[in-house]
Each structure stands twice: as structure tokens, then as C-alpha cells.
T-cell receptor, first 114, second 113 residues
Framework: DSGVTQTPKHLITATGQRVTLRCSPRSGDLSVYWYQQSLDQGLQFLIH???????AKGNILERFSAQQFPDLHSELNLSSLELGDSALYFCASSPGLVNTGELFFGEGSRLTVL | KNQVEQSPQSLIILEGKNCTLQ??????????LRWYKQDTGRGPVSLTIMTFSENTKSNGRYTATLDADTKQSSLHITASQLSDSASYICVVSSSGGSYIPTFGRGTSLIVHP
């Protein structure tokens, strides 16, 4: 158990819909990262938050947005869903801003868009 | 551009055999390199970390090597077990402006009985 909690574990929805994925980082970790992993693909970095502020963006679509709340949990919002958005979405946390340390991953949220 | 390339893309071996996975990177300036193990449908878990001054590090049956001059790392698995079946991901972090680690695509290892 990494200490990172993601909900929901599984989500099935239809094209055009909007979903919210939630992540609670390890206790004390200030950084939260979101990754997308499509079938048989590598982990694609989406966005990074540190202590409530957005610090880096990767290949995140404009239809996707995220935020980190004062209690440090984070939410990833996916809207106008398309079939290609079906993937595993992982959240990871780390203690600080400079990543000389380890990323602790949650178990992921599996999104299926029909 | 920071990049991490892994080979082979996939590998099938028999239980009890050894194998070596490769990682080449162009991340600069280099901070550290981690190997992660990702079981199917699960989140990745760190196996080892290598810093600039380290050549070899072991974690049980896993041994990682680093050649900072050629920017190459390897992960050697000894006496493989069925539970070693997973994706192994090389992740390189920079000490420069971008603190977002660069992920390789991973090597998918299948261990057959």
C-alpha cells in the first residue's frame, strides 16, 4: 500500500460525458502528479501540483483540467469524453517540489468510455 | 529534449532463468535514475534508485547498473519467478529546471513456468 488513494477504481461512461477522478496523496506529501496510461502504452505525464499551485503541464488536453485543494487532495476533471480517453489514470505523490525522490503511485482509476 | 529509451519492448523467459533489461537516456543534467515495477493494472512501485556516483545496486534478485558516461542503465533479474511478470519502467530525473521525471515506455516481461 503506497498510501495514495484514488477513487473511483473503475468508471464506465458514455462519449460526451464529464467525469471527476479523485486523489488523496500520502500524508505529508505536497506534490501530486497525474498520469494517463492507455492500453499497452507508457505513462504519459498530464499535470503536476505542488501545495495547491499548478507547477507543470504535460500533454494534457484542453478538455481536461485539474486542481489541488487546501487539504492537498486533487481532482482531475475530464469533459466531452471521447472513446480515446479510455485509459488508466494514475495519481502519484511525493514529499517536495524537486523530484530527487520517489513517486508513490495510487492504484489508478480505470476509465472506459463507450 | 529529455528522452528515455528502453529495450527490449517485451521479453518472454522461462522461470528460473536470468534476464537483463536496458535503458538509455538523454536527460541532462542528470540527478537520479529509478527502476519501477508495474504489475498489470496496478500502480508502479520503485525497485531501485541510482545516483551519479553509483555503479551497481542490488535489491534481492534485482541488480541495477549505471554507466553515467554512456548514459545507460540495466536491470538484471536473477532466477526469475512467475511473480516477476510485469512491466519494468526506467525513470530519469533531472537536477535542472524541469523537475518532472522522464519515463521510459517500459519493458514487458513475461515469465513462463
Amino acid at each position: 500500500d503506497s498510501g495514495v488513494t484514488q477513487t473511483p477504481k473503475h468508471l464506465i461512461t458514455a462519449t460526451g460525458q464529464r467525469v471527476t477522478l479523485r486523489c488523496s496523496p500520502r500524508s505529508g506529501d505536497l506534490s501530486v502528479y497525474w498520469y494517463q496510461q492507455s492500453l499497452d502504452q507508457g505513462l504519459q505525464f498530464l499535470i503536476h501540483y505542488y501545495n495547491g499551485e499548478e507547477r507543470a503541464k504535460g500533454n494534457i488536453l484542453e478538455r481536461f483540467s485539474a486542481q489541488q485543494f487546501p487539504d492537498l487532495h486533487s481532482e482531475l476533471n475530464l469533459s466531452s469524453l471521447e472513446l480515446g480517453d479510455s485509459a488508466l489514470y494514475f495519481c502519484a505523490s511525493s514529499p517536495g517540489l524537486v523530484n530527487t525522490g520517489e513517486l508513490f503511485f495510487g492504484e489508478g482509476s480505470r476509465l472506459t468510455v463507450l | 529534449k529529455n528522452q528515455v529509451e528502453q529495450s527490449p519492448q517485451s521479453l518472454i523467459i522461462l522461470e528460473g532463468k536470468n534476464c537483463t533489461l536496458q535503458c538509455n537516456y538523454t536527460v541532462s543534467p542528470f540527478s537520479n535514475l529509478r527502476w519501477y515495477k508495474q504489475d498489470t493494472g496496478r500502480g508502479p512501485v520503485s525497485l531501485t534508485i541510482m545516483t551519479f556516483s553509483e555503479n551497481t545496486k542490488s535489491n534481492g534478485r534485482y541488480t541495477a547498473t549505471l554507466d553515467a558516461d554512456t548514459k545507460q542503465s540495466s536491470l538484471h533479474i536473477t532466477a526469475s519467478q512467475l511473480s516477476d511478470s510485469a512491466s519494468y519502467i526506467c525513470v530519469v530525473s533531472s537536477s535542472g529546471g524541469s523537475y518532472i521525471p522522464t519515463f521510459g515506455r517500459g519493458t514487458s516481461l513475461i515469465v513462463h513456468p
